[in-house]
């Protein structure tokens, strides 16, 4: 049976997750999930209507009632959620291929459930609870309510303006796709959109967040200032400055801070990243006397980071950012309107404004593949060994990581060093132990 991730339930459509594990986890979540309407809205997968079909026909066999709001970004259906007081879910694997897929519960302020809720309705997948009652709920039409997510992000004052500015925006023909343009045209920028043509097996292919070659060829085409592309269900972003230099989560965070802390924004002078961040954010804060809290990799650990600490800003490098003075989740748009706005109100060149906010140590990243059981082959004599020695080379002038993907059948090994052909060496080496060993 498929569990519940670092961000939903993921797994191949219509095999690992079928409909009547769709329909089954629809009623676990009605009979676990405190709400008689659920907000349901999904990326552009071809399997997308058929799992929300399944899943919302779950929820209402158990009584509740369903407002389908169609395809909308994951961060659209959170904001809904949260403004109706309503919990959710969202039919999106966010970055995997199109066969893949995933279901992710939201509660109704448009955050994602606690671990235990999630145990919770892991174990009500299996029960078998009899026949039901003659309450049933009742599917609704809800796509209009896409325009108050589209309003919300029309009204972002501290954006301002963008008149003057040229951004390519790259959806990844994901849930974005119907969004992108209005929302950038609103604020005066020109728009220059690609891979805004899903057909149900292009998200993420060779577009979007995690294949930036697109949005680059564009920049330079376009004579762009800046880049903006996002994952599938439009929750993370990744940047490019006019130069067609990537401009990741790291750089992207280092420029808000700057930019909030700039207004009196910035709460309690401090962020929240993981450690996958880049040791050079690090420094580059601790030069401005601003604080790092660093947590764990997923979203779910950031936000909890930030509630703790009264944060307003924290994220990933891989894009997700979480401004929770204005969101309570990532929100890919959102933070490219943000990043927009600083460096409008800079006046300065994407390139400089990235040089000026952090100087990245190289940083090397491998996706090891591992059938078996990760934890196991990472406590391997041999692995340990591996990262034991790569940590005792390093010292202070480099970090390792190596952890078992939340999302996908792999071991990640990431190394720092001050020279990156020593970091690609090293980071070769643990993942040959790792492949031996599993």
């Known amino acids: ?17 079928s409909v009547e594990f769709a329909l089954r986890l629809g009623q676990s979540v ?42 909308i970004p994951s961060p659209g259906v959170a904001y809904l959620c949260s403004r109706l007081g309503l919990p959710g879910a969202v039919i999106s694997a966010s970055h995997n291929p199109y066969f893949d897929n995933g279901i992710k519960v939201l509660g109704p302020a448009g955050t994602k459930l606690s ?74 920028a020109t728009v220059v959109v690609i891979n805004d043509t899903p057909d149900g097996t292009n998200i993420n292919l060779n577009a979007g967040s995690t294949h930036l070659d697109a949005v680059i060829e564009a920049v330079r085409k376009e004579g762009a ?22 401009v990741d989560g790291d750089f992207i965070m280092a420029i808000l801070a700057e930019f909030l802390e700039g207004r009196g924004l910035l709460a309690n002078r401090a962020i929240a990243v993981t ?36 944060l307003s800003l924290g994220g990933e490098q891989s894009g997700h950012i979480i401004l929770s003075d204005l969101a309570g989740t990532g929100d890919g748009m959102l933070t490219g309107l943000v990043l927009a706005g600083a460096i409008r109100s800079a006046g300065l060149p994407a390139s400089l404004m990235a040089g000026a906010a952090m100087q990245r140590f190289p940083q090397v990243l491998k996706n ?51 020279d990156e052909g020593r970091a690609r060496s090293l980071a070769d080496a643990i993942a040959s132990a790792i492949e031996s060993a599993s």
């Open 275 to 310: 450690v996958m961040s880049n040791l050079g954010l690090r420094l580059s804060l601790e030069e401005r006397g601003i604080g790092l809290i660093q947590t764990d990799v997923g979203d779910r650990n950031v936000f909890e980071a930030m509630r703790s600490h009264g």
């Open 115 to 188: 671990p235990d809720a999630e145990a919770a309705i892991e174990a009500g997948i299996a029960v078998d609870d009899g026949d039901a009652d003659e309450t049933v709920g009742t599917i609704t039409d809800s796509r209009r309510l896409g325009e108050d997510y589209f309003g919300h992000l029309a009204r972002i004052g501290l954006v301002g303006r963008l008149d003057g500015m040229k951004i390519v925006v790259d959806t990844g023909n994901g849930a974005a796709s119907s969004f992108a343009r209005r929302v950038y045209s609103g604020y005066g």
């Open 225 to 246: 200032d800046l880049g903006l592309a996002f994952d599938g269900d439009a929750d993370r972003v990744l940047a490019v400055d006019e130069k067609g230099a990537v």
């Open 30 to 71: 009605a009979r676990t999930v405190s709400g008689s309407t659920f907000v349901v809205g999904r990326d552009t997968r071809a399997s997308g209507s058929m799992l929300q079909a399944a899943f919302a026909a779950g929820l209402c066999s158990r009584g509740a009632s369903v407002l389908d709001v169609g395809v």
């Open 368 to 418: 090891v593949p591992c059938a078996g059981d990760a934890r196991s082959v990472m406590e391997a004599a041999p692995v340990a060994e591996a990262i034991g020695r790569t940590r005792d080379s390093l010292g202070a002038q480099g970090r390792v990581l190596v952890r078992p993907s939340g999302t996908e059948p792999v071991i990640r090994v990431m190394v720092e060093a001050r």
């Open 1 to 17: 049976m498929l569990e519940f991730g670092t961000d939903g339930v993921r797994g191949r459509a219509n095999s690992e997750l």
